[in-house]
Structures are given as structure tokens and as C-alpha cells.
């Protein structure tokens, strides 16, 4: 028998410690003399990141508890290990140090770089042929100026190694690629003010030695062009190299084939074969034969696996359509990867092509969500100005509880970060958590989100804080005259760039919302140009359209007075819950503190908190538990408010 209660006020089945509690999903899965292995972040142990095996039906932790498999390289770092021989090669968060370790449980990690005090880490890494180097972006602090980037290799035999530099020159590196032969290697590269998905160049050199070391040589710059961002780049077993590239050509990440100086488009989808690089090492797209690859399309629906022919410029659709799929490996005619399902967390399958069969195997993950869970509703929101915007609605789910007849569901709008990145259909605790509580969410790609194509990416470009705020409210007034939600009760919750679309909307738009929450959020633009880290020194230039000035951004009429929320932060009425990580060198703690101090000057009820030892984004156990558990309460608490006035 279900209770009768108003929404928002429901008491979930799902506890706040079993949203954080459970693994998180698998990353990085690949197999090694039959073994599967796999990266996994530990929540229970600071949020460090370890090296697991598949063992008996159980998984083994193979990273020693002083070790954390995770870099600093770009701040947001991603892939920072490779296989070579028998040994795992890693990056050393604690220390930016390179180590190797042999694949069995109680195995030592042995240090291969010099200790070096300014040495944020290695990224990208990747094994060469030799068996006794590899290749990496290397990050280096520099005193007194920005950090320096490079790609170099390191001699895995020594306990004191020195990076040799194969590249330098440019602001970043990404991505780099050695062909089968070990003859040439790939890379992309881009500088300030580019961001790597607004122009990136694709290079490919000449690997040789020269007696001394590893150097490159005859550097051709394959792609160069203004306004074209190129990724994924890999070389085929023929030497040629494929890459996704969106420009001149195509609106979208499509595949092309770069062959002795002819360049060949492989697909022409309305789909994403690439994505925007935040991290390293995304693998979308791998060869299954002499001329066939696989690869992952991405569109406003799910992540689908394409089979495309070279020879046909075919692409039939294998019979796998997923709300995510990442890290595609291929090893014997089986396809490895992580499927993000929309009822549970990731796990890592496989898919045997000649039988079209799609294997679990690994950890079995478990759903919060037994008794059914909230499905997500894609959905396109026309705006104000003729344009439109994507999202995904959750109504309200829990089988314990119905609402009076005459009751709507308060909203919670969801902003994801970058502002350039995306949210898909995939499963996530604290969406079926909010649901469970009788919220229904709004997930929205407002435009300058990824997945839908260059223009739509591009869109926001001069326009942050005004584009991306007008599709919020204007999603908000779609769904309030659609009937789905109460116009009285709408919130609004986002981290980093999220952040800052929940102040910027909160000033903008104080009428639409009840409340808000923001995770380390931007409320200054001025504060984050000055001291923010050097992957995007120069990323608000281009996204408020004006280049970063000391002088004349303090200007009245200066567009990081008019677009900084804390500058209007008098047209806020709504109450507000914010936190904040002290480690935090994306978005410092002195943005925050602006924040706060201004709410606390103009009377606007706030609650504030800080944790000593997190960075950007949130990874203990402990920190997301008690932020959550804030936030929920903080909500119930004005709901319940507004019901007694």
C-alpha cells in the first residue's frame, strides 16, 4: 500500500551512503595473458584510483594503498598508465613520478623517473616497440610561469630517469600514437586560446634513434586549419593513420583516413565519432580487420557501434544501442569495453562479432533500483529565440508513494560542467536518489554541449552565461506549460561552469526558482581568469567573447562585470546551499568565499561548506555523503517552508 505525501517530501528507499557506497563503475578494462584487469576509483579510500584483477569471481586489488593511479597533467588528467611486456607502466599521483609493476597481487611498484619536485606527471602514455621505452605528455612546473608541456619518452629499465622531449613548443599535447612498425608517431597538438575541441592541429613525424635517444623528424602538420578540432587518432595495421575531425567538411566528429597524402572521409553521420577532450585517453573508435573498424556514434538518443567498411565507406549498425559506452579495446575477435546502462552503474563486456553476443563479465554490477527506477525522457525544448535546446526528464519514482491528486513535482534542473562538455542517459545515483524522493530532474544540454554536433558546441562561444541560461529557463517554462512540474517549486543544482549557470541563473531568472546548489562554482569571472590553472588560462576569453584584461575587464561595461553573477547578486532571492573543495585549483576557494560574503551582505538565506582535503570534484566517501545529505535537506526544508506560509 503506497502512502499518500506530497512530492519532494517522500522518504527514498535509497540510502544517501548506498549512492556513494557502491563501486564505481570500471574504467580503462583490458586483458593480459587471458587475464582481465581494469581501473577502478576507491571511494572508501580517499577516492584513489587502483589497478584491479579479475580473479576467482572477485576482483583483487593490485595497487598498493600509497600508490594512486591518477595525474595532474591538464588538471582533469584521465588515462595515465600502459602496459609494456609484463609490466604496468603508471603515473603516481602523490609524486608525478613514473613506476612499473608486475600484475600480480602483492607486487611492488618500482620507480623508473627521478624524483622531481616539479613534475606534475605523465599522461597519455603509450609502450613503443623496443620493449624499453614509452611515450607520454609530461608536465612540468615552470617558476614563475605557466607549466610546460611536451611529449617525451622515458627508459623503463632505469630507476632515475630523465624525460627526453621528442615535441615541444606548443601550449598542450595530446593523444600520441605510434604506428605498428614503431616507425612514426602521431599527436595533436593546439595553444592558447584554443580549446583542444575549437582548433587542434593533428601531426605526424618520423620516429627515429639516433644513437642517444629517440627524436623526431620530417614533422608534417596533416591537419592545420583554423576552426577544425581533430581527435582519436591512431594508425591502422597498413600505416595509415584515422582520426575524427569536425571543420570545413563535416558539422560533426566524423572518421577520415590520412594515406601518403591523400585524406579519405571513412564516414558522413549526423553523430559524434569523437569527443571533447577533458582527459586523456578515450578510445572510440578499433580496427577488427584488415579493412573494417568498429566505432562508438553518439547522438541526443544513446551511443551506438557502428562496423564500417574502408573499402565500401559503409557503416551497418551492429544490433547494440547503449545510454554510454566507453574505452573500446578489440583482442581476438572480441570487442572490450564499459556499457553504461540507465538502471545501474558500468560494468565491462565484451561482444563476440562473428556471433553478435554480448558478454558480462568482470565485476557484476548492482542496481540501487530493484523495484524499477525512473526512466530517462529524451526531450527538445524550443527557445526563446527560435532555437532549441536537449535534455533528459525523470519523473518522480518510488513505488512506497503517491502525491495528492491536485499536487505537480517540484523540479530539480541539473547543469553538467565544462561549460563544454554533455550529460547522456546513462545511470546515475543521484538522479533516481532525487527521484526517489518525489523530484522530478531535468538533465539538460543546453547549447555549447557536446554530442550534437560543431555549430551546437560552438554556440556559446561569446554567448556563456547568456545562451546557455536563456535554454534554462526557457526548458523550465516548457516543462511548467506542459504540466509536468510546479511552477512554484523549482531548483537548480551544478559544479565548476554548472556552477556558475546555477548563479548566473538564479540572478538572471530570480522569479523561476525556489532554490539552488552550487559545487565550486564560478562566481566572479574576473577572480578565475586571474588565478585559475593553464588548460584554461584562456578558455573565458573565448567564452564571454572578450579577451582577459586586467585593466579593462574592471571596467563597468566589461563583459566579466556584466556576465559575474556576483555583480548582480542583489537580483538573488532565492536560497542558496554551497560547497566547496580547498585543494581546488580549477575553481580556488576565493571564488566561493566571494560568493558567500556577498550573500551574507545583502541577507540572502545561504549555508556554506568546505572541505579541507578535496580538489575539483568531489571524491571521498565521506565528503559526498555529507554534501548530499546537506543538500536534500536544505531543499526538503524549503519545500516544507513554503507549504506553511
Not at 604506428?179 to 586560446?193: L, Q, V, Y
Request: with cysteine.
Amino acid at each position: 500500500m503506497s502512502s499518500i505525501k506530497r512530492y519532494g517530501l517522500w522518504t527514498s528507499p535509497i540510502s544517501i551512503e548506498a549512492v556513494f557506497g557502491q563501486p564505481a563503475s570500471p574504467s580503462y578494462p583490458f586483458r593480459h595473458h587471458g587475464n582481465l584487469y581494469w581501473l577502478q576509483i576507491l571511494p572508501e579510500e580517499g577516492g584513489r584510483t587502483a589497478v584491479m584483477k579479475w580473479v576467482d569471481e572477485e576482483a583483487v586489488c593490485l595497487t598498493p594503498p600509497e600508490f594512486n593511479i591518477r595525474t595532474k597533467v591538464h588538471e582533469y588528467g584521465g588515462k595515465c598508465f600502459c602496459l609494456l611486456g609484463d609490466f604496468l607502466v603508471f603515473n603516481n599521483f602523490i609524486d608525478g613520478r613514473l613506476y612499473r609493476q608486475v600484475l600480480e597481487p602483492n607486487s611492488a611498484p618500482v620507480p623508473i623517473t627521478a624524483d622531481n619536485d616539479s613534475s606534475c606527471g605523465y599522461a597519455d602514455i603509450v609502450a613503443m616497440s623496443c620493449g624499453r621505452h614509452v611515450v607520454a605528455v609530461f608536465e612540468q612546473a615552470v617558476a614563475g610561469s605557466q607549466n610546460s608541456n611536451q611529449i617525451v619518452t622515458v627508459n623503463v629499465d632505469s630507476s632515475q630517469a630523465i624525460p627526453s622531449v621528442l615535441v615541444s613548443g606548443c601550449d598542450f599535447y595530446a593523444a600520441p600514437v605510434i604506428s605498428k612498425e614503431g616507425d612514426r608517431i602521431a599527436w595533436i597538438e593546439w595553444n592558447h586560446p584554443n580549446m583542444p575541441w575549437d582548433t587542434t592541429r593533428l601531426c605526424q613525424a618520423e620516429l627515429n634513434h639516433n644513437g642517444k635517444g629517440y627524436i623526431c623528424e620530417k614533422i608534417e602538420r596533416i591537419i592545420n586549419q583554423e576552426g577544425a578540432s581533430v581527435c582519436q587518432p591512431g594508425y591502422l595495421h597498413d600505416g595509415s593513420l584515422v582520426y575524427a575531425y569536425d571543420g570545413s567538411d563535416s558539422d560533426w566528429w566524423n572518421l577520415y583516413r590520412y594515406d601518403d597524402g591523400s585524406i579519405t572521409q571513412i564516414t558522413d553521420e549526423s553523430a559524434e565519432f569523437g569527443e571533447a577532450h577533458w582527459v586523456f585517453g578515450q578510445t572510440r573508435w578499433v580496427q577488427t580487420g584488415f579493412d573494417e573498424l568498429v566505432a562508438i556514434a553518439t547522438d541526443h538518443y544513446g551511443d551506438r557501434l557502428l562496423g564500417i567498411d574502408l573499402n565500401g565507406n559503409r557503416a551497418p549498425i551492429l544490433k547494440l544501442i547503449e545510454s554510454g559506452i566507453c574505452h573500446l579495446q578489440y583482442c581476438k575477435n572480441k570487442l572490450l569495453f564499459v556499457t553504461m546502462p540507465e538502471d545501474r552503474p558500468g560494468s565491462i563486456v565484451e561482444f563476440e562479432l562473428s556471433r553478435e553476443q554480448l558478454i558480462n563479465i568482470g565485476p557484476k554490477s548492482s542496481s540501487l533500483v530493484n523495484n524499477g527506477h525512473a526512466k530517462p525522457e529524451p526531450m527538445e525544448c524550443p527557445t526563446a529565440d527560435g532555437g532549441r535546446t536537449f535534455g533528459y526528464f525523470y519523473p518522480p519514482f518510488n513505488p512506497g508513494f503517491v502525491a495528492p491528486d491536485d499536487c505537480l513535482p517540484p523540479l530539480v534542473v541539473t547543469v553538467h560542467g565544462g561549460p563544454t562538455s554533455r550529460t547522456n542517459r546513462s545511470f546515475h545515483p543521484l538522479r533516481q536518489y532525487f527521484t526517489t524522493l518525489g523530484f522530478a530532474v531535468f538533465d539538460i544540454n543546453h547549447r555549447g554541449s557536446t554530442g550534437y554536433g560543431r555549430s551546437y558546441r560552438q554556440r556559446l562561444l561569446g554567448e556563456w552565461g547568456e545562451v546557455d541560461c536563456m535554454d534554462i529557463a526557457d526548458s523550465i517554462r516548457y516543462l511548467v506549460n506542459q504540466g509536468r512540474v510546479d511552477p512554484g517549486a523549482i531548483f537548480i543544482r551544478g559544479g565548476s561552469a554548472g556552477g556558475y549557470a546555477v548563479l548566473r541563473a538564479l540572478t538572471r531568472f530570480p522569479e523561476l526558482f525556489a532554490g539552488g546548489a552550487c559545487y565550486y562554482g564560478i562566481g566572479n569571472l574576473i577572480t578565475l581568469s586571474e588565478i585559475t590553472h593553464k588548460f584554461e588560462a584562456r578558455y573565458t576569453d573565448r567564452l564571454v567573447g572578450e579577451a582577459y584584461d586586467p585593466e579593462s575587464a574592471r571596467m563597468p561595461a566589461s563583459r566579466y562585470i556584466t556576465r559575474s553573477p556576483i555583480f548582480d547578486i542583489e537580483q538573488l532571492k532565492s536560497p542558496l546551499i554551497l560547497f566547496q573543495g580547498l585543494l581546488d585549483k580549477v575553481v580556488p576557494p576565493e571564488v566561493s568565499r566571494e560568493v558567500v560574503s556577498l550573500l551574507k551582505k545583502n541577507g540572502v538565506p545561504h549555508a556554506y561548506t568546505e572541505y579541507g582535503q578535496e580538489g575539483h570534484g568531489f571524491r571521498s566517501l565521506e565528503t559526498r555523503i555529507d554534501s548530499l545529505k546537506k543538500e536534500t535537506t536544505f531543499f526538503k526544508e524549503i519545500i516544507e517552508n513554503s507549504l506553511s506560509s
